[in-house]
């Protein structure tokens, strides 16, 4: 009677950690997809324990331990599963971090607009802003521009945030109509603009330097590069040494940029930048 008594008691106290405990655990770790935290010799030692008290109790049989104990074999090693899956995905990220570091934004935001200026001004004062044009500021081909960015940029200026910005468009052969559509898209802005021709275009250092020319006081570490490319935007932000910031493309690129989209989410599945 008394033996009984005590199973039960036993049978329920180990419930408790499999009803409770390594459930919670489980959605934890799924939730933020990552085992951080988690001691993986806990795990495994767990996975092993539960199992054989589970595989004793089949074999005498003890219904008691089996019941007490085959739940918890069951989800313990679900949360081996979880080590091996989230803890790899993990390094794998790492690793490809490391191989694409030339090509690492120090921001990544959905739209210009979410650029905090202020944040920015607080941590490294007056900043000088080269902004990519199209699918940055507007769609390709259009002059169109978000009142909203406008009023961002000159509210900045007007505070005395922003010392200076300047509109840095790749043109790949030289044309007058596309550096009149840039100009016109710049001073809507109160900006300068550079047209940055073939060979000495994005990411080729000299595009920024020429930019940052157009900015008298701008340095690598006062100015910040805003752009929805990573080959040409933030290369070129990289190879000159000056932060830089990923946006979200406004909208469809022309046809040729296509093949470097599919390059793009290729990087970010890998690297899980975005
Ligand atoms: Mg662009």
Redesign the pocket.
């Known amino acids: 009677m008394l033996v009984s008594v005590l199973g039960t008691l036993a049978a329920i106290a180990s419930l408790t950690i499999i009803v409770w405990g390594l459930p919670k655990q489980i959605y934890l770790n799924y939730k933020r997809k990552s085992c951080e935290g988690l001691a993986p010799d806990l795990v495994y030692s767990a996975f092993v324990i539960y199992l054989f008290w589970g595989i004793y109790g089949w074999a005498k049989p003890d219904w008691f331990i089996f019941v007490a104990d085959i739940p918890g074999a069951i989800l313990s090693a679900i949360l081996v599963y979880q080590l091996y899956h989230y803890g790899d995905r993990q390094k794998r990220a790492e690793f490809w971090q490391k191989q694409f570091a030339w090509l690492k934004p120090d921001y990544i935001l959905g739209s210009l607009l979410q650029l905090d200026i202020s944040t920015l001004f607080r941590y490294s004062g007056r900043v000088y802003l080269v902004l990519?044009?199209?699918?940055?500021i507007c769609l390709p081909g259009s002059e169109e521009v978000d009142p909203r960015v406008v009023e961002m940029i000159m509210t900045a200026m007007n505070r005395d945030m922003v010392a200076g910005v300047v509109i840095l468009s790749n043109t790949i052969f030289p044309s007058k109509k596309r550096e009149a559509r840039v100009a016109r898209v710049a001073r809507l802005l109160g900006a300068e603009h550079v047209c940055a021709i073939r060979p000495h275009h994005k990411p080729h250092p000299k595009a920024l330097l020429t930019a940052m020319d157009k900015l008298p006081g701008a340095l690598p570490r006062n100015t910040i590069m805003v752009?929805?490319?990573l080959f040409t935007?933030i290369r070129l932000a990289r190879r000159v040494g000056v932060r830089s910031v990923l946006v979200k493309?406004l909208g469809r690129d022309a046809a040729y940029i296509t093949w470097k989209r599919w390059l793009e989410t290729i990087i970010f599945r890998l690297t899980q930048w975005r």
């Open positions: 990519d044009l199209d699918n940055t752009g929805d490319q935007d493309p």
